[in-house]
């Protein structure tokens, strides 16, 4: 489609007829969100489809509820068009004006291959439900997607990404209201970071390294940029640690409980020459840091946030920083000035940057230079902010995007075919695991655990595992077990319950005490580098 963002805003969701909710546990990480949801099937009686292995709370509000085995979603989906293609559910209309007809002939090749019954095999959901969720969404008149990590986080994540897209286009719900394709970013400002190039092959704006109109205009700007080749992710950069990379700047980001095979983070930052962390807490990572660089939080610096749904909002200093902390923005200024210092001959040293006096003036750079925020400024962002795409000072923000034409032009189908997860069950490790989060914890537990009413909910690691293969396995509710991947092992307690399905186990990555990441798979999607975090195989015993 041309954009990595949601198509519509949050809104949206309530005018939707029929929402369908793949790979995300929308009650538990996006819960203002599911509220919408909640609120489009009681008071308008739309109709919800979710598509995930664990019975989730919207589960119990669905029409359709769907539970593929992780990491089928790309043969789920695939099943679900050919069901669409085969009933004349397609809105052929919509695909001869706006997509790419090659790419629509690709698609019915690929798909051709994918019937209910075959998808059944390869997923685990009855080939009658996959008719039913196909038929529920390809009848509506407004369709819309929401998706989470459940979708990104595989070695096939890029492919279920667009086979997402597939499905949205196939049956015409793009740039209208109540449809879309709604990625729901994990945390508050992602969006925001990938906007502004914390991306290895983009410029601020989404423009590419490697295009050389991009470099020059940037150069002109700042003096200098690198070469314009593209940069490594983040497990590049681990992998290269010690070798290639010796020193490693970590802002925010508490590697050793948030990424994948936390054993193999932690000896490759352990062979850096130099490790610095900037974070607003002396997190596990910061604790193994030689330089730790203290930042301030949301609620002590001035700034902005781009949502989930590309709104870019105003955050206002509310209180001072303690101690030595500092605004972020403040610390990366006094770093860059402090490296030309001492480097005199750097190609940017001439340059007479680096001298912003507040966050508004970086705002203002950014309008010059980044095009889908040309129009933006901090005197536009009283009130509710501004969406983007907002070209110019009177340009009012795009709620909605693709609605006469998707900015590539043409739309464009990439058809999948299923790949099957880098490692799956055997007999030494039968289990398949899943992680994610829970209602009362956020991500590593940073912020969240130094809450007591929020500790008091839930602050312990636990594992959830089927009635059936608790009592194979000797396990009560609440015994200690003990969880061991290829990676990495952990003790836990057992939480014995049917919201996991036979043969799956779920753990929670909030807990330092038992990291779920010390087991999941670094197996990396060959396009987004992102790791496999929600499929692993894996043994369980009773301690």
């Not at 198509?7 to 546990?25: F, K, M, R, W």
Request: glycine share 8%; aromatic share 6%; net charge negative.
């Amino acid at each position: 489609m041309g954009s990595g963002a949601m198509t519509n805003p949050i809104d949206d969701i309530y005018h939707a007829d029929v929402i369908l909710i793949i790979g995300s546990n929308t009650h538990e990480q996006h819960p203002l969100v599911a509220r919408r949801v909640v609120k489009a099937v009681r008071d308008r009686g739309a109709r919800l489809i979710v598509a995930d292995p664990r019975a989730i709370g919207l589960a119990g509000f669905s029409d359709v509820f769907i539970r593929q085995r992780p990491g089928t979603d790309v043969a789920l989906l695939n099943g679900m068009m050919h069901v669409i293609l085969a009933e004349g559910l397609a809105n052929e209309a919509f695909i001869a004006e706006r997509i790419d007809l090659d790419s629509y002939q690709a698609l019915r090749t690929v798909i051709a291959a994918y019937p209910p019954e075959r998808a059944a095999e390869i997923t685990g959901v009855p080939a009658d439900d996959i008719r039913r969720a196909a038929r529920l969404y390809g009848e509506a008149g407004r369709a819309t997607i929401l998706y989470a990590m459940g979708i990104t986080q595989h070695t096939s994540g890029t492919d279920n990404v667009t086979t997402v897209a597939n499905l949205a286009m196939l049956t015409g719900n793009v740039g209208r209201e109540g449809t879309g394709v709604n990625p729901l970013r994990g945390q508050n400002n992602v969006q925001g970071a990938c906007d502004m190039g914390g991306l290895p092959n983009v410029y601020p704006g989404y423009q590419s390294v490697t295009a050389e109109a991009a470099s020059s205009k940037f150069a002109q700007a700042w003096g200098h940029v690198p070469p314009p080749r593209v940069g490594l992710t983040l497990p590049e950069m681990v992998s290269a640690a010690g070798d290639g990379i010796c020193g490693l700047f970590v802002m925010a980001e508490n590697s050793l409980l948030s990424d994948a095979d936390a054993n193999h983070v932690r000896a490759a930052f352990e062979r850096l020459e130099l490790l610095v962390v900037q974070d607003i807490f002396l997190t596990e990572t910061a604790q193994i840091a030689d330089v730790v660089l203290p930042g301030a939080c949301f609620a002590e610096k001035e700034g902005t946030f781009t949502n989930t749904e590309r709104r870019v909002q105003r955050v206002r200093q509310a209180v001072e920083p303690p101690g030595e902390a500092r605004a972020d923005w403040q610390i990366v200024l006094d770093l860059a000035r402090r490296i030309l210092t001492l480097q005199p001959t750097h190609p940017a040293a001439p340059f007479a940057g680096w001298d912003y006096r507040s966050p508004a003036e970086v705002m203002d750079e950014i309008a010059t230079l980044t095009p889908s925020y040309g129009g933006i400024s901090y005197e536009r962002l009283e009130g509710q902010g501004l969406q983007w795409p907002c070209p110019t000072p009177d340009h009012p923000g795009t709620p909605t995007l693709h609605k006469d034409r998707f900015a590539l032009g043409k739309g464009r189908f990439v058809p999948a075919e299923y790949r099957p997860p880098a490692e799956e069950p055997d007999a030494d490790y039968p289990f398949l695991l899943t992680t994610g989060r829970v209602l009362f914890q956020y991500h590593t537990g940073t912020m969240t655990r130094r809450s007591p009413i929020l500790t008091d909910q839930i602050n312990e690691p636990f594992v959830e595992i089927h009635p059936g293969d608790a009592a194979q396995l000797g396990v009560a509710d609440g015994d200690r077990v003990h969880v061991q991947s290829r990676r990495g092992e952990v003790d836990l307690a057992a939480r014995v319950t049917e919201i996991v399905p036979p043969g799956v186990v779920f753990i929670p990555f909030h807990f330092a005490e038992a990291p779920a990441n010390a087991l999941t798979n670094g197996a990396l999607d060959p396009t987004a580098k992102i790791p496999e975090f929600k499929v692993c195989a894996v043994r369980v015993t009773r301690v």
